[in-house]
């Protein structure tokens, strides 16, 4: 897959905001000039996506480089941007604060594709890191996968409608499932409880098309009052090949 991907600006990596509830779109193109250029040092690229419900609007920190230009709020996406590999520390605050949310260090690998997941309710804002490792899209096909944010949720799958064909496989609070392929069309998507099989969320009329790669975020609260964040399924879009 790297060696796809290398090539941002000739093949069209990116991560948009293609959303299924309503969420923010931040930095939604990545500018990574020269990015051909056999100098380089070795590179792991990055993508962001907040999904903490009760956070303030968050500023991002790799190490004492802040990643964001802007506020980062809930159900918000950066988009994959290169970053120096090894051992990285990343650092949440407040928008415009000084003081620590969250400091968690991760390694990352040289050409190397991931996604930071910011997640949990306040005080225990926590983040995972997912290798975002999947196999080439085609015309007829596209990938998906799913990325549980919910920490209200039990655990879920998630499935085409009045079918029993799987879009993932099993997925608790925190966890994801790998990508898989599905045919290019407009589907009905539910979101099904484990234990009890029951529709907990659900869309319509989800067009999943061709040479795309595609995240499902299982994002929100199950018990609140509050319109904004309430359980939801976003979408996004990790990649498009434009050959």
């Known amino acids: 897959m790297i060696k796809r991907l290398i090539s941002f600006k000739k093949r069209g990596l990116m991560m948009a905001t293609s959303t299924l509830a309503l969420a923010g779109i931040l930095g939604l193109s990545s500018c990574l000039d020269d990015i051909e250029n056999p100098n380089l040092p070795p590179t792991a690229y990055v993508s ?14 790799a190490d004492a480089n802040r990643i964001n230009n802007q ?4 159900a918000e996406a950066l988009a994959y941007s290169p970053f120096y590999v090894g051992e990285r520390q990343f650092k949440v605050t407040a928008f415009d604060a000084a003081s620590s949310l969250l400091e968690k260090d991760f390694v990352l690998g040289a050409d190397t594709v991931y996604s930071l997941f910011i997640l949990n309710k306040m005080p225990d804002l926590d983040a995972i890191l997912v290798e975002d490792d999947w196999e080439d899209p085609t015309a007829e096909e596209a990938q998906v996968r799913l990325v549980h944010l919910s920490p209200d949720t039990e655990e879920v799958y998630v499935k085409i409608s009045d079918s029993e064909d799987r879009l993932s496989t099993d997925v608790d609070f ?12 407009t589907y009905d998507i539910e979101v099904i409880a484990v234990d009890t099989e029951e529709v907990i969320v659900s869309a319509s009329d989800v067009e999943l098309k061709g040479n795309r790669v595609y995240t499902f975020i299982l994002r929100g609260l199950a018990e609140t009052e509050d319109e904004d964040l309430k359980l939801d399924l976003q979408l996004l879009t990790n990649y498009v090949n434009y050959q």
Do not use: K, M, R, W
């Open 48 to 61: 962001v996506y907040q999904g903490s419900p009760d956070a303030p609007e968050l500023d991002i920190y």
């Open 71 to 74: 506020a980062l709020d809930f």
């Open 174 to 185: 925190g966890g994801h499932s790998g990508f898989s392929a599905i045919a290019t069309d």
